[in-house]
């Protein structure tokens, strides 16, 4: 079990440009989180996957975004024509059902981010 | 909707020092609580959970009390060190149509000093 990685860590982009960042979760865990943190806030969230099917995306993820989970495994966020409010770390997080008594409480494992700053 | 609020940081301590960071909530049903911790270039990393009234969760001499007459889950240490410096999100997950996407709060910076 390696965790969960994220791809690239680091992305400088102009304004106008596409991005596209991938995640790998952790390889036996069904679901798939997006989240975005500015600076000073927690994280918030933008979509998750259960195995390829998308469930629920919030309201901040505007017609610029996309993700895409196409074999139930890594999944990749797209951001089109940035802007440089979407500057941001992006955070991507797994998650299984968990055993016992506990059984609903799905823990979350966090990758270590990609930070992207739109110029 | 449901919320968090977290002590504004950074809290700044000695080493061996006691620490509290406290954390209320504000949910429709009844949620499950977490303290996650951030060290500086690295994603969260779940530090403690409770799911019920009155459950206790620790770690790495870290506990927290789910406290529901108060809506509280405040996070203490007896004697932090320099390695604890990171921040640190109280969150809370609850059922909704069986997502239980968690919500956090805004994060409260610590800072050990030796």
Known sequence: DTGVSQDPRHK???????????????????????????????????????????????????????????????STLEIQRTEQGDSAMYLCASSSRTSGREAKIYEQYFGPGTRLTVT | GDSVTQMEGPVTLSEEACLTINCTYTATGYPSLFWYVQYPGEGLQLLLKATKADDKGSNKGFEATYRKETTSFHLEKGSVQVSDSAVYFCALSISSGGSYIPTFGRGTSLIVHP
Do not use: M
């Not at chain 1, 798939?32 to 996957?49: A, S």
């Open chain 1, 12 to 74: 400088i982009t102009k304004r106008g440009q596409n991005v596209t960042f991938r995640c790998d979760p952790i390889s036996e865990h069904n679901r798939l989180y997006w989240y975005r943190q500015t600076l000073g806030q927690g994280p918030e969230f933008l979509t998750y996957f259960q195995n390829e099917a998308q469930l629920e995306k919030s309201r901040l993820l505007s017609d610029r975004f996309s993700a895409e989970r196409p074999k139930g495994s890594f």
